[in-house]
Nanobody, 115 residues
Framework: QVQLVESGGGLVQPGGSLRLSCAAS????????MVWYRQAPGKQRELVAS???????NYADSVKGRFTISRDNAKNTVYLQMNSLKPEDTAVYYC?????????WGQGTQVTVSS
């Protein structure tokens, strides 16, 4: 079993920054890639960014150049640095760890971008 706990969400003005964290515990040896998704009200959940254990990253076009995903394998933690935030970035952000056995999800953290 893997447990994922997100933190770092909140209310920020347009153009501001936030850093989300996702701490994994349990059978973390089974985790390779870690992924951030988000879901805005009335919309489908979408992939934001992913990172493999060796650091290969992938981003949605809508966040390229503004968001940076990173991970600290020693701490079993993945981060999402979000800069130049826009109102359309408002969503619940979820951490995901897909494994061979199960797809693990965190509880989500709310990010609201508003003036």
């Amino acid at each position: 079993q893997v447990q994922l706990v997100e933190s770092g969400g909140g209310l920020v003005q347009p153009g501001g920054s936030l850093r989300l964290s996702c701490a994994a515990s349990g059978s973390t040896f089974s985790i390779d890639a870690m992924v951030w998704y988000r879901q805005a009200p009335g919309k489908q959940r979408e992939l934001v960014a992913s990172i493999t254990r060796v650091g290969t990253t992938n981003y949605a076009d809508s966040v390229k150049g503004r968001f940076t995903i990173s991970r600290d394998n020693a701490k079993n933690t993945v981060y999402l640095q979000m800069n130049s935030l826009k109102p359309e970035d408002t969503a619940v952000y979820y951490c995901n760890a897909p494994t061979v056995v199960l797809d693990y999800w965190g509880q989500g953290t709310q990010v609201t971008v508003s003036s």
